[in-house]
């Protein structure tokens, strides 16, 4: 009994010392491909969950869109893209329109109102290389507006500068970065009566706007396509390069809200909450634009505002000057060429209007209501045959 005990408990020991003492046993290969196949599930089952995810998202977004366009049938019925009529105090679209001119050798001014992507940069580009014009832009945030517009223009007011001879000065304010026509309208007016008034010098103001659908268009190019960076700064670089990005990234009423109010800085854009009322629409329309550009062009009739200021620099006989024949066309949302991989695949996926579904462009002119009644509006006020092309009476500027 006791020599058996001995050996039962031997084995024991045996059992205990081999366990720690044996040598490390070879992974089990089955082993490893069970993690292997685990993480690959894992790693599946994440990009199934993030597409399932994105799927969603996009499902919402439609289903917004439908909905959007559903209410806008219901609450907006009324609203007709007719454009708008004015007060008739206000009301100048039965009256010819009398517009200042320069002529060739004389002193005088233009006022450019630049909205963002409706011509304005072929404006710029070619209006600056005229040889008696002197070119001065406002093109980022308040300090430069009050340095190059403000100050310079106060200076010549009050004689601390004289007019340059046989020179036209340009002044160009973009809208969004710097102070909107809104805040800046009665300084605007008070300037152009003084130079006319006191000084005899022409003071010409104009914008150009754009057909609002095509303007959304543009602008989702230009950020989101072209400029990349700009679309993933302002916002999340989850959005689609596409039509889904674009009706997400659409806000209402832009082109009107630029007449407005100005973006809070820099490098953000408006939020939802400071979209515009239609009587905010019609009030700077009316009261404010009407009233204070001469001319107001389109993008679509681009050769109409040419056909303009080259009266305006060189008299209302004029019909083939150097501005006319050596106007080019700037294009910032489209690459001039195709030299580079990324060039080449930017300009193909630029969206235009027949990349849009029906859905899509009821949708934009839902969310593009009012400014479509300014557009309109526009189209019928601001006509070639209704213009009056005023002679420069003062003489030049000595």
């Given amino acids: 009994m006791k020599r058996r005990n001995e050996l039962s408990s031997n084995k024991k020991s045996l059992k205990f010392d081999f366990s720690l003492n044996s040598p490390q046993k070879l992974p089990d290969r089955r082993n490893i491909w069970s993690i292997k196949t685990r993480y690959v599930v894992f790693i599946l089952s994440c990009m199934t969950g993030i597409s399932i995810i994105h799927r969603m998202r996009y499902l919402y977004d439609q289903f917004h869109v439908s909905m959007s366009i559903f209410s806008s049938e219901i609450t907006d019925s009324n609203v007709v893209h007719s454009g708008w009529m004015c007060d008739k105090l206000n009301d100048q679209s039965n009256k010819q329109r009398a517009v200042p001119t320069i002529g060739e050798g004389h002193s005088g001014i233009l006022f450019f109102y630049h909205l963002n992507k409706a011509g304005g940069t072929s404006m710029y580009e070619n209006l600056r290389l005229l040889p008696n014009v002197r070119y001065y832009r406002a093109h980022h945030g308040e300090d430069e507006y009050e340095r190059n517009i403000v100050k310079k223009i106060t200076s010549l007011l009050e004689g601390e500068r004289r007019f340059p001879h046989g020179k036209i000065l340009v002044f160009e304010v973009h809208s969004g970065s710097t102070p909107s026509l809104g805040r800046t309208f009665y300084q605007l007016t008070s300037w152009k009566k003084s130079f006319r008034e006191k000084f005899g ?198």
């Avoid at 909450?273 to 009030?283: G, Q, Y």
């Avoid at 993008?299 to 200021?309: G, R």
């Fill in 201 to 398: 010098i022409p003071f010409f103001v104009f914008t150009i706007v754009r057909e609002p659908i095509s303007h959304l268009i543009s602008a989702f190019n230009y950020k989101c396509i072209t400029q990349q960076n700009k679309c993933e700064r302002l916002h999340k670089k989850s959005l689609r390069k596409n039509v889904d990005g674009l009706l997400r990234l659409a806000h209402e009423n832009v082109q009107c809200f630029y007449f407005l109010r100005r973006w809070k800085t820099l490098n953000e854009e408006f939020d939802k909450k400071d979209s515009p009322s239609l009587e905010e629409c019609k009030s700077v329309y009316c009261d404010k634009m009407k009233n204070i550009f001469d001319w107001i062009g389109t993008l679509e009739k681009y050769n109409e505002t040419i056909d303009v200021l080259e009266k305006v620099l060189y008299g209302r006989n004029v019909t083939n000057s150097t501005f006319r024949s050596n106007f080019k066309i700037w294009n910032k949302s489209k690459f001039a060429d195709n030299s580079t991989f990324y060039r080449l695949k930017a300009n193909k996926a630029l969206l235009s209007l027949s990349s849009l579904n029906d859905t899509a462009i009821a949708y934009l002119k839902h969310k593009s209501s009012y400014d479509q009644m300014m557009y309109q509006s526009i189209q019928v006020e601001y006509q070639m045959k209704d213009l009056y092309f005023q002679p420069n009476d003062f003489g030049k500027i000595e």
